[in-house]
């Protein structure tokens, strides 16, 4: 008798052996299905226990019919693109622009509408992708006469890594044996798939043969019939919920991909500084990233900024000393909870020709914008013509999102009575007439320019050292922040994907020269004679 220790069984090994003892079990256990059935017909119980098999059958298909979705198709299966993942991808789905709003719009209902039996080939894989590009690529880059060719070789190579990534996560999460089903284990049983059809037609030989026992026969065709359809709603469950992932996943790159993203690194968009903020240098100090960029327009008179001096005490806008400020001024705005951000006091919009034209162009510079009003003052007409212009000028561009903009109602102190100023004002609680026509005149600003009445927010300057309802009025920017990030991230965005400079030239003009003296290099070596 050797002493020598035995090997360790090998995987091939135990599978054989757990095959083995799972045919061990099974065969007793279904050896009892005909020798039941015989004692049941030799002890007359077989009418019984049929009507029992016919009554278990039809509660199953009326739950079945009540409780599981329709077929064609599962709605209320959970859909790939209704699942939230904490993942970078998916925060920038919320800052998508609104022409690839419209296009993930377009790609779910891409998703739905192809049915899972178009795919029976890899030709058909491929025009399925296809279809799905040319769908984000006319809605992004609508207008263009070679929308689907608006992308860099680099670019494509990064959509193909990351929809491949996905769909490999998405594989081994979701179908069974995804991460042990090799591609010539699936290649075999795909050469093997005429088998099912003589399989199938041996059991209908078999479902004839057994007739001669009808009750059982009636029995056993309910169950499998019942058996059949619950395994078909679930092959085709599972077939569409992999063609609607598989769009999903094309579509969803395909707007990284037309939208620019996979043109901008995350560290190089995490370090932009635009030209502007970069201008305001001395203000600023040494900018590492981009800050918030917050715009305060509106007429002259207004109290722009007072309401700048009053958001950032420290600082000393030109209030007293000049009636008006004469160019664009930014200031640090520091505040406990906000990022990052420059306050722009902004010019008075006069009836200058350029002065609205002016002021969008920066605007399309801004992140969120404060829009000035006094409260006592009816004249909004240029105020109207300005935001017009600015909505105006966002609504054409839909691949920036237009940043929010905060309705300021000034000068509520100076509203009737005008001897009275005794703040705090509620005009919910019957604060007096005073309440009540700064409640009025707030609304009637918001209405005259197109905001909502939460939109807006009344507050007086009167008392520089104590100015009123100010902290509503941080609320209200707090609130618009979320938005004015996704405003920032598409600004950065689409500045910094057509910034291109000279080192980067050279740096790939020399990566070329050494991929080319390479081949040269490796050409003569093959040419010399051997010794």
């Not at 910094?496 to 740096?507: A, C, E, F, M, P």
């Amino acid at each position: 008798m050797s002493d020598k220790p035995r090997p360790p069984p090998t995987r091939a090994r135990r599978t054989a052996s757990l095959i083995l003892i799972a045919i061990g079990l099974l065969v007793p256990a279904l050896s009892l299905i005909p020798l039941g059935s015989i004692w049941l017909w030799q002890n007359g119980l077989l009418l019984y226990w049929t009507a029992f098999a016919l009554s278990a059958v039809a509660v199953v298909y009326l739950a079945q019919r009540h409780l599981l979705p329709a077929r064609n198709p599962p709605q209320d299966l959970p859909r790939l693109d209704e699942r939230e993942d904490d993942t970078s991808e998916d925060a920038l789905r919320h800052s998508w622009s609104p022409a690839e709003e419209q296009a993930w719009k377009d790609v779910k209902a891409l998703s739905r509408a192809i049915a899972p039996d178009r795919i029976t080939s890899a030709k058909d894989l491929l025009d399925v992708a296809q279809e799905t590009i040319t769908t984000v690529a006319n809605r992004v880059h609508a207008g263009r006469t070679d929308p689907l060719w608006q992308f860099t070789t680099p670019e494509a190579l990064a959509m193909i890594e990351r929809v491949s990534r996905r769909l490999r996560l998405f594989a081994l999460e979701n179908v069974p044996f995804g991460d042990r089903l090799t591609i010539a284990q699936a290649l075999t049983l795909y050469r093997w798939r005429g088998a099912i059809d003589w399989a199938e037609r041996a059991y209908d030989v078999w479902r004839v043969v057994r007739l001669v026992n009808p009750a059982t026969a009636a029995a056993n065709e309910a169950r499998e019939q019942l058996s059949r359809a619950m395994m078909e709603w679930g092959r085709d469950a599972i077939a569409r919920r992999l063609t609607e992932a598989y769009v999903i996943e094309i579509g969803r790159a395909a707007i990284d991909l037309y939208g620019g993203r996979l043109r901008v690194s995350a560290d190089a968009l995490g370090g932009y500084v635009s030209e502007e903020t970069a201008a305001d240098q001395e203000v600023l100090g040494d900018a590492r990233s981009e800050p918030l960029r917050i715009l305060v327009a509106g007429q002259t008179g207004a109290g722009k900024s007072s309401l700048v001096n009053a958001l950032a005490k420290e600082i000393n806008a030109a209030v007293d000393v000049l009636p008006a400020t004469s160019s664009y001024t930014a200031y640090v705005l520091e505040r406990e909870g906000l990022p990052a951000a420059l306050i722009i006091d902004s010019p008075g919009i006069g009836t200058a020709p350029d002065a609205i034209a002016k002021l969008v162009e920066k605007a399309d510079d801004s992140d969120l914008v404060l829009w000035v009003v006094a409260a006592h003052r009816a004249d909004r007409e240029i105020d109207r013509q300005a935001l017009e212009a600015l909505r105006g000028h966002f609504a054409a561009r839909l691949n920036r999102r237009r940043p929010p903009i905060v309705l300021v109602a000034t000068h509520i102190d100076r509203l009737r009575p005008f001897g009275e100023w005794k703040p705090p004002y509620d005009s919910a609680t019957e604060g007096g007439e005073k309440a009540r026509n700064i409640d009025a005149a707030t609304k009637a600003a918001a209405s005259d320019l197109g905001f909502t009445g939460d939109e807006a927010v009344a507050v007086s300057l009167l008392r520089p050292d104590a100015p009123y309802n100010i902290e509503r009025l941080w609320q209200r920017v707090f609130e618009a922040v979320p938005e004015a990030r996704r405003a920032q991230l598409l600004r950065a965005l689409h500045e910094l994907k057509d910034v291109w400079s000279w080192k980067s030239v050279w740096s790939q003009a020399a990566g070329a020269g050494r991929v080319i003296a390479g081949a040269f290099k490796k050409e003569a070596g093959r040419g010399r004679p051997k010794s």
